[in-house]
């Protein structure tokens, strides 16, 4: 067992070993310095039994081994708040104290019930948007399968909406006209414009009549007894939403 001298003899030893990097005659490189200095505790470490002694020298080498640390560096270990730097000023403290006074003062039942209000304003409004969800998904059904495939298939938003616009002020002109007549030569556009007084609850009638040698396609577009006020969410806007849910 290592006694007490032997423990001073190596840090006097240990001590002289670390001084002697200032001459500069056997170490002429910090690198060079550390590796003989790890060399001579890793030899020492393993002769002594001294269970002090070995820790000692341990201890020395792990802080060897650890290079130094810069200031900013050692700044980073102490980062986190309250050590760290200042953290920036938040919009509570940069508002007036007055304002925030009003808040933090509130009444608890004040509190409860504008929280209620919000939960039953936000539960209403989700409420009406799925009735008017529900209303144009009962209209989408009233479009016959084939139409409604083709709608789907070939997609055109601002054709749809050109038919939508015409149709819609028709039911709501309250001028007593009660027709709308449409030149639709196109047989795909015409099937369009039939899907569109569909989802509307209107009759659309096509006659063929010939002019100038040519055959003239005519829609014919009425009120029905049912046909009530148009839909909230328009036809576009339902095959929209639809197209994002999937």
Same mark, same amino acid.
């Given at each position: 067992?290592?006694?007490?001298?032997? @423990?001073?003899?190596? $840090?006097?030893? #240990?001590?002289?070993?670390?001084?002697?990097?200032?001459?500069?005659?056997?170490?002429?490189?910090?690198?060079?310095?550390?590796?003989?200095?790890?060399?001579?505790?890793?030899?020492?470490?393993?002769?002594?039994? =001294?269970?002090?002694?070995?820790?000692?020298?341990?201890?020395?080498?792990?802080?060897?081994?650890?290079?130094?640390?810069?200031?900013?560096?050692?700044?980073?270990?102490?980062?986190?708040?309250?050590?760290?730097?200042?953290?920036?000023?938040?919009?509570? &403290?940069?508002?007036?104290?007055?304002?925030?006074?009003?808040?933090?003062?509130?009444?608890?039942?004040?509190?409860?019930?504008?929280?209620?209000?919000?939960?039953?304003?936000?539960?209403?409004?989700?409420?009406? @948007?799925?009735?008017?969800?529900?209303?144009?998904?009962?209209?989408?059904?009233?479009?016959?399968?084939? *139409?409604? $495939?083709?709608?789907?298939? =070939?997609?055109?938003?601002?054709?749809? $909406?050109? #038919?939508?616009?015409?149709?819609?002020?028709?039911?709501?002109?309250?001028?007593?006209?009660?027709? @709308?007549? @449409? =030149?639709?030569?196109?047989?795909?556009?015409?099937?369009?414009? %039939?899907?569109? &007084?569909?989802? #509307?609850?209107?009759?659309?009638?096509?006659?063929?009549?010939?002019?100038?040698?040519?055959?003239?396609?005519?829609? *014919?577009?009425?009120?029905?007894?049912?046909?009530?006020?148009?839909?909230?969410?328009?036809?576009?806007?339902?095959?929209?939403?639809?197209?994002?849910? %999937?």
């Amino acid at each position: 067992m290592a006694s007490a001298d032997l @423990l001073r003899r190596e $840090e006097e030893f #240990y001590a002289s070993l670390f001084d002697s990097a200032k001459g500069g005659d056997a170490v002429k490189s910090r690198g060079q310095m550390i590796e003989r200095k790890i060399e001579v505790l890793e030899d020492m470490a393993a002769k002594v039994s =001294n269970r002090r002694s070995r820790r000692w020298l341990n201890d020395r080498l792990l802080i060897e081994l650890v290079p130094r640390l810069h200031v900013e560096e050692i700044k980073g270990l102490f980062a986190p708040p309250p050590w760290g730097e200042e953290l920036p000023v938040s919009a509570f &403290c940069r508002t007036s104290v007055g304002e925030w006074d009003a808040f933090r003062s509130i009444d608890m039942d004040v509190e409860a019930r504008l929280m209620q209000q919000m939960k039953q304003s936000s539960t209403k409004q989700k409420n009406h @948007l799925d009735r008017d969800e529900l209303v144009a998904l009962n209209s989408w059904h009233h479009i016959d399968r084939q *139409t409604r $495939e083709a709608i789907k298939r =070939n997609f055109l938003p601002d054709l749809l $909406e050109i #038919y939508e616009e015409r149709v819609r002020t028709f039911i709501e002109d309250t001028s007593g006209k009660d027709m @709308l007549v @449409l =030149n639709v030569q196109d047989p795909f556009q015409r099937l369009l414009l %039939h899907g569109v &007084c569909e989802f #509307y609850n209107v009759s659309s009638t096509t006659t063929t009549t010939v002019r100038d040698g040519k055959l003239w396609k005519t829609t *014919t577009i009425k009120k029905r007894s049912g046909t009530g006020a148009p839909s909230r969410i328009t036809l576009v806007s339902f095959l929209r939403m639809k197209k994002k849910s %999937h």
